[in-house]
């Protein structure tokens, strides 16, 4: 059974950082492309940055584009969004997914608030 499992979200100021962390499990890590997506309150999910399945090539949203850095680690089957100079506008719920032809799966989500 296909699980991703989100962490490192919580308060932060603006111009903090975190980092965020999403451990798979129940399919073949290595083989597939991973994504960070997030939504706001009252928006569409919308995504933010995607890892090809080696971490060779990487894509960023527009507004997110050298202040986000998606990472992974296929020996620890984890994906990770490192993401610097937060601002308010970036408070979301931070989902990870994986989409295949077998399969296309969620995280449950982790809280980002970006606030003084």
């Known amino acids: 059974q296909v699980q991703l499992v989100e962490s490192g979200g919580g308060l932060v100021q603006p111009g903090g950082s975190l980092r965020l962390s999403c451990a798979a499990s129940g399919f073949t890590f290595s083989r597939y492309a991973m994504s960070w997506y997030r939504q706001a309150p009252g928006k569409e999910r919308e995504l933010v940055a995607t890892?090809?399945?080696?971490?060779?090539?990487?894509t960023y949203a527009d507004s997110m584009k050298g202040r986000f850095t998606i990472s992974r680690d296929n020996a620890k089957t984890t994906v990770y969004l490192q993401m610097n100079n937060l601002k308010p506008e970036d408070t979301a719920v931070y989902y990870c997914?994986?989409?295949?032809?077998?399969?296309?799966?969620w995280g449950q989500g982790t809280q980002v608030t970006v606030s003084s």
């Open positions: 890892i090809s399945s080696t971490g060779g090539i990487t």
């Open positions: 997914h994986v989409f295949t032809i077998q399969f296309d799966s």
